[in-house]
Each structure stands twice: as C-alpha cells, then as structure tokens.
C-alpha cells in the first residue's frame, strides 16, 4: 500500500471505526459466524484488486483491520487470513508451483514485501512436514531468499512485532493471496510437500542449488548497479564462488547409477531482465551440449531445463559461470573505453550478450562433437557413429519434454544490433572458460 493509499485508508479506518459488514443483519436473521465475514472481506479485496478498484480495496483492508482492536477479533481475523494463505499455498504447490517461482512471480506482479511475506508464509507453512518429506531444492530456496531466518511462528503477528501496522500487514497479507489466486498452473517438476523421497542422488543437488542462487543473486546485483566499480566487484564475487565450488566428477560419477533409475528431470533456472532473450539463447546452448533441453516461460520469468541430474548440475553451472564471465567481460570493456557511457548501452550489451550466446554455442557443439567421437572411439565405435548409451539417454529428455510440454514454439532472437558490441561480445566467447562443464553424459 503506496503512502496516499495509506493515508486514505487510515483515515477511513478513524472515521469509521464501528462500520463492518458483520453488523449489516436483516430482521429475524441470526449474526454470520464472524470469520466467513472476513473470508467475504478477502473475496472482495481480491476482486477489486482484479479489476484495480484500490479505493474499494483499501474499504475492506480498513474493514478487516478495523476487527484487530480487541485480542479476541484479532485472534480470528489473524487465524482466517493464515487459513486463506494455506489453502491458497497448497493450490499453488499442486499448480505446480515452487517457493522461488512465487517470490519471482511477486517482484513482477506485486512488490518485494509481497514476496517477502509469501517466503515467510511459506516456511511457516512447509514447517507441518517432515523435512526429509520435502524436496531439498526447496529448502534451498527458502534459505536464499531468508537468509539467516529463523522459523516464524507466523508472518502476520511477526509484522506486527517488526512495527507493522495492522493496516500494512493485512495489506500485504491479501495482496499476497490475491497473488496465489491469480496465478496460472504449470508444469510440476518436484513431488509435492509431505512426499518426496530423498534418493542417494540428492545430497550433491542440495549444495551446489544454494550456490548456484548466490551467484544469480551478485549477478543480478552486478547488472542493477550503474557504477562500473561495483558491477566489477559483484561478478568478481561470482567468479569466486563458481571457482571455489566447481561440480566434483567423481562425486557426480557415484550417483550416475542412481541418476539412470530416476531418468530425466527437470529444474527452473531463473531468467532475469534485462537482455533475457541473448541469456535464454546461452542457457539453450549450453542445455543442448549437455544432452538437456530448455524451455522458455518468457511471461512467468523463468526456463525450465529437461535432463538427468548430473546434467543438470552442468548446465546450471556452467550456464552460470558463463554470464559471469560475460557480465565481467562487458563491465571491463566499459571501463577502459572513454565511450563508456556507450558500452554500458542497451544497445551495446544486448549485441554483446547475444554474439556472445551464439559464439558459445558454436564451441559447444564442436566440443560435443570432438568428445562424442573421443568416447566413441575409445570404446571401438565405428567414425561419425554416435554411443547407443547417449542416443537413448537423449531420447529419454525428449520425451520427458514432450510430456511437460506438449506444445512449444521455437522462438527467433530480435535483438537489436550494435557492431561494437557483437564484436566484444565474439572475442568475449573466444576466450571464456569452459572447464566447469560436466563430462559428455555416458557410460563411466
């Protein structure tokens, strides 16, 4: 709730106090039970906010923290409304929704203390099960965007301990089913809370994730910024994560025998703004190299990468390695031009990004190529044959992705074009380091 939106409210909240839907009886008829009263405030709220009527939304957020004076009424508007979120959460997890996809989901739609709040919500939710029972990239998740958070009893009465006031917390709070009711289903790729199964395969995931959302997070810091200086040292902190953290080979060959039985997976990498389309054109290179296929979900932020886990951890890391170095690439190019206010140009970062894309693409496939023949060779395949072991693991992706996606469209770059900038970002491609991608998935 902006200031004036604030101010508007509060000032209908002193005038009137005692005016509450609740009250509105005809004769002979009986008091409502007073909780589907705030249930029908919620409804409301969320309909207004729909169709953007804010001065009726703020009508009944002031309606619904006008009950929160006394302790009894504040008891059952704070229980109603944690009711409202926890069947909106589990709607949204069997939609086929992650913590991370609603937090990303809230900074496009709503605000940063919408998703703020939803992570809060979420863990005091996820708290009812076993943590063995939920899947660890979902923990992951939560510990990224809660950093050092302890467990909440819940998010609407740790506002008010925060200084919050009722107004504002019962804002956000239905600003934030308002979100959940809205969202659309997708694609689930993660069992639902209360029934994953850990497997042996999992432990390895459950590390690099959190590094990996560390890294996207000095990335998207390093792009914000508008001081050359600072962007260098947020991607220099990148590059040192990714350096001190690469995928341990041997760790990852233990669980390929457990990785075959579960077959092909899948996992969302966010997609940030800006210079989405040259990023998601990296992410496909790197995806199709590793014998994994991307799908773009352009409007929900994210790519969704089909593949068996030990894959995936290569294509996640090195795609993230890679913008590292891209980002680092065209901060320092930046810096040594006296064009710099060119070089930090849209224009100019859009044809970097995108020359770059393509450049690591074409390595990439010459890569695979020379691996797959290296590999083949070595256990007596004839020239030009590919392994039978690799033919059928990528076909298992395929049909995975058909089953995910029934339908896609293939999507064509329309980047805008700087020569300077396509020409940095080619050179940039040249001479990134590739070491950090996983070996040619098959046989060990």
């Not at 899947?135 to 998010?155: M, V, Y």
Request: with cysteine.
């Amino acid at each position: 709730m902006g200031n004036r939106s604030k101010g508007r409210a509060a000032h209908r909240q002193r005038s009137r106090p005692a005016e509450t839907s609740a009250n509105q009886w005809g004769p002979g008829q009986e008091p409502r039970d007073p909780s589907d009263e705030v249930r029908a405030l919620i409804g409301a709220a969320i309909e207004d906010l729909s169709w953007e009527r804010l001065a009726r939304f703020d009508d009944h957020v002031v309606l619904i923290a006008a009950r929160c004076g006394e302790p009894g009424p504040r008891a059952m508007v704070v229980g109603t409304l944690t009711d409202v979120l926890g069947q909106r959460l589990t709607q949204a997890w069997e939609g086929g929704w992650q913590p991370a996809d609603l937090h990303r989901a809230a900074l496009r739609r709503s605000t940063k203390a919408v998703g703020d709040f939803l992570m809060h919500q979420i863990r005091h939710d996820l708290s009812r099960f076993a943590r063995d029972t939920v899947h660890p990239s979902w923990w992951s998740q939560l510990d990224e965007l809660l950093p050092g958070s302890a467990h909440l009893k819940d998010p609407i009465n740790a506002g008010r301990a925060a200084g919050m006031s009722w107004l504002s917390v019962i804002d956000v709070a239905v600003r934030s089913i308002h979100l959940l009711a809205v969202l659309p289903r997708i694609q689930r790729i993660t069992p639902l809370p209360g029934t994953w199964v850990r497997t042996t395969a999992a432990a390895t995931s459950e590390v690099d994730e959190r590094i990996l959302a560390r890294v996207r997070m000095l990335l998207a810091k390093a792009e914000s910024t508008t001081f050359e200086a600072e962007a260098e040292t947020f991607t220099a902190g990148a590059a040192a994560l990714i350096v001190r953290h690469r995928i341990d080979e041997a760790l990852l060959a233990e669980t390929d025998q457990q990785a075959a039985r579960d077959g092909a997976q899948a996992r969302r990498i966010g997609i940030d703004n800006p210079y989405e389309q040259p990023k998601v054109q990296l992410l496909g290179a790197v995806a199709h190299a590793n014998s994994c296929r991307a799908v773009w979900s352009k409007e929900l932020g994210f790519a969704t990468v089909i593949g068996f886990p030990s894959d995936l951890d290569g294509v996640e890391l090195l795609f993230t390695s890679l913008l590292v170095q891209a980002t680092r690439t065209m901060t320092a190019t930046g810096q040594r031009s006296v064009q710099g206010a060119h070089r930090r140009s849209r224009t100019f970062r859009s044809s970097f990004l995108t020359s770059f894309a393509m450049r690591i693409g074409e390595r990439l496939r010459q890569t695979t190529a020379q691996e797959e023949e290296r590999v083949g060779a070595e256990r007596g395949a004839a020239t030009g044959s590919r392994l039978p072991a690799l033919i059928e693991r990528e076909q298992h992706v395929k049909e995975t992705l058909t089953e995910l996606f029934p339908q896609t469209v293939p999507t064509r770059s329309r980047a805008t074009y700087d020569a300077e900038g396509w020409r940095q970002g080619r050179q940039a491609a040249d001479v990134a380091n590739m070491d950090v991608r996983t070996k040619l998935a098959g046989p060990r």
